[in-house]
């Protein structure tokens, strides 16, 4: 069975610093892989996804995320923080030829001026 | 409508009611799935609907949650004698087949 743990419940950056979020997955055969992104009051949206391509990702507003079988990563970046980033970050996974998809617990990510 | 739409956007009942909330997924799309957000819970699965197939009903936490999916469009999950452990807000998702889910904006759900 599939499965998905963020490391970190919240995590704090000042404005202009690296944001590295921590996704480790389990599945039982080649998986999906998504970051989805929800800021307050608002739903889900997409940020990047991972269908067996490119083993990194790039995502809208500067994002990107590398899939690392060895480490069962899929761990989200982006170079320089800004204060609208922060917002609740969620990785999920999906087997692929699949339809359930499993959420992680997610990461607050805030941003200090 | 171009989005995921959710109905009733709030709710709130007694202990012990039945509720229902609807979920009107985007034209086309093949599969329809049912997230549970808690506070500091994460989404938690609670099933999904694709096409014709049987539903993955896996993740319904005790058989007072129910949910349908008509005509391969709308679906309405229904929770039956409402606890206050309910409470939170469940989202809903659709997807063309394995493409990425689109959420509609919840259905937060207040049992008191």
């Known amino acids: 069975a599939q499965s998905v743990t963020q490391l970190g419940s919240h995590v704090s950056v000042s404005e202009g610093a690296l944001v590295l979020l921590r996704c480790n997955y389990s599945s039982s055969v080649p998986p999906y892989l998504f970051w989805y992104v929800q800021y307050p009051n608002q739903g889900l949206q997409l940020l990047l996804k991972y269908t067996s391509a490119a083993t990194l990702v790039k995502g809208i507003n500067g994002f990107e995320a590398e899939f690392k079988k060895s480490e069962t990563s899929f761990h989200l970046t982006k170079p320089s923080a800004h204060m609208s980033d922060a917002a609740e970050y969620f990785c999920?996974?999906?087997?692929?030829?699949?339809?359930?998809?499993?959420f992680g617990a997610g990461t607050r990510l805030f941003v200090k001026a | 409508g171009a989005g995921v739409s959710q109905s009733p956007s709030n709710k709130v009942t007694e202990k012990g009611k039945d509720v229902e909330l609807r979920c009107d997924p985007i034209s086309g799309h093949t599969a329809l799935y049912w997230y549970r957000q808690s506070l500091g819970q994460g989404l938690e699965f609670l099933i999904y609907f694709q096409g014709n197939s049987a539903p993955d009903k896996s993740g319904l936490p005790s058989d007072r949650f129910s949910a349908e999916r008509t005509g391969g469009s709308v679906s309405t999950l229904t929770i039956q004698r409402t606890q206050q452990e309910d409470s939170a807000v469940y989202l809903c998702a659709s997807s063309f087949y394995e493409g990425e889910l689109f959420f509609g904006e919840g259905s937060r759900l207040t049992v008191l």
């Open positions: 999920a996974v999906r087997d692929t030829g699949g339809f359930k998809t499993i």
